[in-house]
């Protein structure tokens, strides 16, 4: 219990100095929810929240679902988020990413592609849409704890700026590298964490780097968690930042 609740204060610690409340993003993570993908049909629903009136007049809330069916070693998921900011009157983000995945399974191993889009409003990304697929291959697995690495290849086709005189189409092939593990504390309390490493086929100074560790704490009808995203863009397109972090307090519901 003493070595559980010094690893509790340690991520708490690292999320208090480096997590910043930001939305921007790229790289959406498939691995953050915690859905059965053994199970014939699943759901899994998570919300985010904060609403602030009278000096701060701000509005801010995220919602992540995930629908899963599994037929023998086959696999599909529809990865559904929408994020929205308005403050003082003023809406900054109003973002949706769709995601369509598939799965071969092999054991613990499989073969997966996937169709994805998405906009954001935050980095003027009017539409971004990627498409491709790689092998995913089990390192370690002890009971419920396990490591993954994946490679993979994508294409993708993004748009900045619509109508207006900075208007910039941009398409690449990519590389994909990533790894996922997951940790069992106790029977409660547990971590996901995901990291994926995307490098421009034609232009490797070109590259996207993301970071999420997920603390859950499970109870009988819901989960709470909490994470820290880092996401980083070596090369921007138009004149945003290249690093984004946001620090989550959410609640997942599971059907």
Known sequence: MKYTTAIIYKFFTFFYLFGQFTLAQTIINTENMMIDDQGKLSYALNFQGNLNFGNIDLIQFSTAQQFSK????????????????????????????GQLRYNYRINKNSFFAFLQAQNIKSLRMNHRYTS????RHRIIQ?????????????FEDELYDNNLSTQNQVYNLRY????????????????????YYQINKSNTKDYRLFLEPRIYYT??????????????????????????????VGVEFKI
Do not use: C, M, Q
């Open 70 to 97: 599994s037929v023998n070693k086959h696999l599909f998921r529809l990865l559904l988020n929408y994020d929205y900011i308005k403050e003082s009157g003023t809406e900054i983000s109003s973002d949706y990413t």
């Open 132 to 135: 491709g697929g790689g092998y």
């Open 142 to 154: 002890r009971k419920d704890n396990f490591w993954d690495l994946s490679a993979g290849l994508f």
């Open 176 to 195: 994909s590298l990533s790894t996922f593990l997951k940790y069992k504390f106790s029977e409660k309390l547990l971590i996901n964490l995901s990291l």
């Open 219 to 248: 109870l009988d009808k819901f989960n709470i968690f909490l994470d820290w995203t880092h996401r980083f863009h070596s090369t921007p397109y138009i004149d945003v930042f290249r690093t984004d972090n946001s620090l989550n």
